[in-house]
């Protein structure tokens, strides 16, 4: 019985509905997944808890440079980091290049630390596993701070720093003391690596360094020094070895070994090379007159000097040297070894235009001043001819004269002869001797006019017929004669002699009455006895040495304006007896 009731308690349960068994399954499922959401829950809410707590907190153990920011809100970190790096921020950095150092604050070169970004930075990763874990169980985090740069103000004060280190690289040359080529060697330049220094001077920022090194570049010149000598001694001496011939039409002048040597320099060809480069400026005077007619140069406006009162004579268009372009052609023959120029003769503007002339000011006489000498020595033919030249020149305000520009080299070709000069501290015979008097009468007449003086120098032994300290040589083409028209008006230099004196007056408006005061001759030296011999000894009569102080004072109206000091210092001239 028992074995059958088992078996139809199975077939009972076997002929059950089937839904009732899916249930079971179902539940069973559920179970399970319930299960599994808590295995899940419970990490995520250990997760989500904190980081909700957390939000918008730095973590903790966030540092910035040693400033800690750890647990603090966005604003409460902005504000610490403001106030601890507020000082730093302002430390002034130190910027050496070149042996040159510049101090300059942050700020000056465009950084700033931006603070924004760098809590921002902070922040980031807060809300990660990592960085809430941090937060929850400790540890630390070192950050720098980020840095804001001004990049066009950083590129300024750069090019600022630049511009007191770099230096160009110097290229060899070649100029003259006398007809002696002088060497110029190259040499090496510099320059600010600037795109470096850029990023050396963020880093110093940012590192807290107080100093920087800044890169500098060489930069080396084009041509070498073997070459400069090699120049030196073959062309530069062959350039200067003989005259150049100039050239215009059927009328030839001779430009004189020291002119050219005055004009000449060897400069850079920009291939490593030299070239000879000439400047006629100096040597121009009196070109115009030996190459072009009198008929054809240009005339400036002068004046006339009427029943005591100026009158302006018209100036007139005409033609004359070309000086840049006689410079090129000057640089080229000789760089071609040629001995013989064409001049180049263009159309030429007088420098003084009749409606120029009628509204300078000149109108009354403001100065004049007469030296004598001996009749009928050949220094007077020069002091003539001198003379000659200047007369009606006329000065315009602000200009410096310069006696030597304006006169050139005194050669025969334009009326002067030989006379005695001192040269070498004795008298010899030269072209153009005896000049000198004129250059005294004239510096006198500066002296008196009120004019500035820019450049004299008195004669090495003193000369009876001139006031002791207000006197002035001259020669070719140094030492020259200079001065300035300090006043805004024009001056006309009016000339005339005699056959024993020479006298040079100023026309202008005057502005000061001058007076003239000396001292006593002190530092007063003997005179030396010597002998010589020979065709070319010129005798000389002995005058001591001494040392003397003029003043000048200027009065307007009575009243003492300024005074001006001349120190001048005489050797003793030798008595020298020619047997």
């Known amino acids: 019985m028992k074995s059958r009731n088992d078996h139809e308690r199975r077939n009972e349960r076997a002929a059950q509905p089937v839904t009732g068994g899916r249930r079971a399954v179902a539940s069973r499922r559920g179970r399970v997944a319930a299960i599994l959401a808590a295995v899940v829950a419970i990490p995520v809410l250990a997760y989500s808890v904190p980081a909700i707590a957390l939000a918008g907190q730095v973590p903790r153990g966030t540092r910035v440079d040693g400033v800690d920011i750890g647990g603090m809100s966005a604003a409460d970190a902005r504000s610490k980091l403001e106030r601890e790096l507020s000082e730093r921020a302002a430390r002034p950095l130190a910027l050496s290049a070149a042996g040159k150092t510049v101090r300059l604050v942050p700020s000056e070169l465009g950084l700033t630390f931006d603070i924004q970004a760098t809590v921002e930075a902070a922040l980031n990763g807060a809300s990660t596993p990592t960085g809430i874990a941090r937060s929850l ?50 040499k090496s330049g510099r320059a600010l690596d600037r795109a470096d220094a850029a990023g050396a001077v963020q880093e110093a920022y940012l590192n807290d360094r107080g100093s920087v090194a800044l890169k500098v570049r060489t930069s080396p010149p084009a041509g070498s020094a073997a070459e400069v000598k090699r120049v030196a001694g073959a062309l530069a001496r062959t350039a200067v070895a003989a005259p150049l011939t100039l050239v215009n039409g059927g009328k030839k002048a001779q430009l004189p070994t020291a002119g050219l040597a005055t004009g000449l320099r060897f400069v850079a060809d920009g291939q490593g090379g030299l070239m000879p480069s000439f400047n006629a400026k100096d040597v121009l005077a009196g070109l115009d007159n030996q190459l072009v007619a009198a008929s054809q140069r240009p005339k400036d406006a ?40 064409q001049v180049p003769v263009t159309e030429t503007q007088p420098r003084v235009t009749t409606a120029q002339a009628k509204q300078l000011g000149i109108k009354e006489k403001v100065s004049s001043f007469t030296t004598r000498h001996p009749c009928c020595a050949p220094r007077v033919t020069n002091i003539h001819r001198i003379a000659d030249i200047v007369d009606g020149y006329v000065v315009r305000p602000g200009e410096t004269f310069s006696l030597n520009t304006i006169v050139g080299k005194r050669d025969k070709a334009r009326g002067f002869v030989e006379a005695p000069m001192i040269l070498n501290n004795r008298f010899v015979n030269d072209v ?148």
């Open 137 to 186: 169980f400790g540890g630390t985090r070192d950050l720098r701070p980020r840095v804001a740069v001004d990049e066009p103000r950083l590129t300024a004060k750069l090019a600022d720093l630049a511009r007191s280190v770099d230096a160009k690289p110097r290229e060899g040359g070649i100029r003259y003391r006398g007809l002696e080529p002088q060497v110029i060697l190259p």
């Open 302 to 341: 002068s004046f006339k000097i009427v029943k005591g009162k100026p009158q302006v004579m018209s100036a007139r268009l005409g033609r004359g040297i070309d000086a840049k372009a006689l410079n090129k052609a000057v640089s080229a023959a000789l760089a071609a070894g040629q001995r013989s120029v």
């Open 432 to 579: 153009g001797g005896g000049v000198s008097q004129f250059a005294t009468t004239m510096f006198n007449a500066v002296f008196f006019g009120g004019f500035q003086d820019v450049q004299h120098m008195a004669h090495q032994y003193y000369i009876s017929r001139y006031p002791p300290g207000r006197e002035s040589t001259v020669s070719f083409p140094q030492p020259d004669f200079r001065w300035r028209n300090d006043s805004p008006y024009g001056v006309l230099i009016k000339a005339s002699y005699t056959s024993t004196s020479i006298t040079v007056q100023f026309w202008s408006t005057k502005r000061f009455d001058i007076d003239s005061q000396s001292s006593a001759r002190y530092d007063v030296k003997p005179i030396p006895t010597l002998t010589e011999s020979g065709p070319k000894c010129i005798p000389m009569d002995g005058v001591e040495g001494f040392a003397i102080d003029v003043w000048r004072t200027f009065k307007q109206d009575g009243k003492v304006q300024r005074k001006q000091k001349f120190h001048t210092v005489y050797a003793p001239e030798p008595r020298l007896t020619c047997t």
